[in-house]
């Protein structure tokens, strides 16, 4: 048994795909090695291979602080495996009375059903977890490891020409997604396991690179901003001693606006079914390419200089400061290089004495006033009148100048390690299609 009754399946999520859409959805690669439906690969157990729970049977209304973990598209935004901090939870009786049947445990594969087409993450064995309940936009597959490695799968379905395959597939509502069918009927090219195991441990070294140079960054930004903190928030900055407080802030610190000590610049898009307008050489930030920390390392996709003559965006320079204004906002990372950006985030730009670097800090620290500000119909967003609601406390000149130097020295170091970040992951995608078909030798 490999997972609920298919009438309910098609019901929930569309009818089966035709053959050309089946097609459309064939992996690449791996020609002289046998392909196979990716059904044939899940485990010979009870709900292997099965999508979240139908209509009502869960709702934000049955989520909680605690209980079982929920997968949901938040937590597959981090590598290989899910990210263990954005947490929903249901009780475990509300699993008992009707979420058995979407269940998912350490070792498990999760794809994305709809929203960002092309997820694809790994339950973590060492997670916060021994079971989590996949919500209505994930799939889940338990791998049979006799027959295939996690890994080597999580590579497949990571590689961008296979993503390009699902990312184009549009049901015929129009709403972009795939189904277990579809899923279930993906042919890949399966070698011995043997072979798979050596591509993924070949692969997996460029991402153990990378997520420890996540790690050392994630330990030098901490640092920045806890100086932040006891400087400009409790306030023990040095020379405070003879500093006299008035009217709750130093003297000599000015009390401002966010809309008064920052260049506030807007975006645009160029039209996307322009040839001459992408894939160019112009790195184009959107809010799916913010970081959750300093630096926007790379982005999705890339403008031509006509393409940037034609949309409302500048070139932003290196340390530009990005921030998110719909949908999840108030995502803040530097420009690692020149950029353009699209209308759904702000440029900032520091003025005197404000620096970018003292600016990224302290719109950090207080980024939850824009958020808890962002307000809309459909989706939340922040707008230009937004900043000029937001407090912000300028201090001294001399005290910006001492904090800066301060942390001139861990940014640089940031930016040579997110510089090796994205050559080791340029270096790892060139791999990894060659690998896949079989061009590079086991």
């Known amino acids: 048994m490999k997972g609920p009754d298919l009438m309910e399946e098609e019901q929930s999520r569309g009818s089966a795909t035709s053959f050309e859409d089946q097609e459309i959805l064939r992996g690449a690669g791996g020609m002289s090695w046998p392909r196979k439906k990716l059904e044939l690969l899940a485990a010979d157990e009870p709900y292997s291979f099965v999508g979240g729970p139908f209509g009502s049977k869960l709702t934000s209304r049955d989520y909680s602080d605690q209980g079982i973990p929920v997968i949901r598209g938040s937590n597959l935004n981090n590598g290989r495996f899910l990210d263990m901090n954005e947490f929903v939870y249901v009780s475990d009786s509300k699993v008992r009375k009707d979420l058995s049947g979407n269940l998912a445990k350490p070792g498990d594969l999760v794809f994305t059903q709809r929203g960002t087409l092309g997820q694809v993450a790994i339950i973590p064995k060492e997670g916060i977890s021994d079971r989590y309940v996949v919500s209505q936009s994930q799939m889940k597959l338990t791998v049979d490891d006799t027959k295939a490695d996690q890994f080597f799968l999580y590579y497949y379905f990571s590689s961008r020409e296979v993503i390009d395959r699902i990312t184009n597939f549009t049901s015929s509502s129009g709403v972009p997604h795939i189904n277990l069918t579809v899923l279930r009927n993906f042919e890949i090219p399966v070698p011995p396991l043997e072979i798979q195991k050596s591509i993924a441990s070949i692969l997996s070294a460029y991402d153990d690179l990378i997520e420890n140079n996540r790690r050392r960054i994630q330990l030098l930004e901490q640092a920045a901003r806890l100086l932040y903190r006891e400087w400009f928030v409790h306030l023990r900055f040095p020379g405070h001693e003879h500093v006299r407080i008035m009217d709750g802030v130093p003297e000599g610190w000015e009390r401002k606006t966010a809309f008064d000590e920052m260049d506030i610049l807007s975006g645009g898009t160029p039209k996307t079914g322009v040839p001459d307008y992408w894939n160019g050489d112009i790195p184009f930030f959107t809010p799916k390419d913010s970081m959750d920390y300093a630096y926007a390392l790379a982005t ?48 900032l730009i520091g003025k005197p004495p404000l620096n970018q670097y003292y600016l990224y800090f302290a719109l950090v620290d207080g980024v939850e006033q824009f958020r808890s500000r962002a307000v809309g119909a459909v989706f939340d967003a922040i707008i230009r009148e937004t900043f000029n609601q937001i407090p912000f406390i300028v201090p001294d000149d001399k005290i910006i100048q001492s904090f800066t130097e301060h942390v001139v020295p861990i940014i640089k170091q940031i930016d040579v390690l997110s510089t ?23």
């Open 300 to 347: 999705e996709k890339r403008l031509t200089e006509e393409g940037l003559r034609n949309c409302n965006s500048k070139l932003y320079p290196k340390d530009t400061i990005f921030i998110t204004a719909r949908g999840t906002v108030g995502k803040i990372n530097l420009a690692q290089t020149a950029m353009a950006m699209n209308q759904s985030c702000y440029a």
């Open 420 to 442: 090796e970040i994205r050559m080791l992951t340029q270096a790892r995608d060139l791999l990894l299609p060659r690998l896949m078909n079989g061009e590079i030798k086991i």
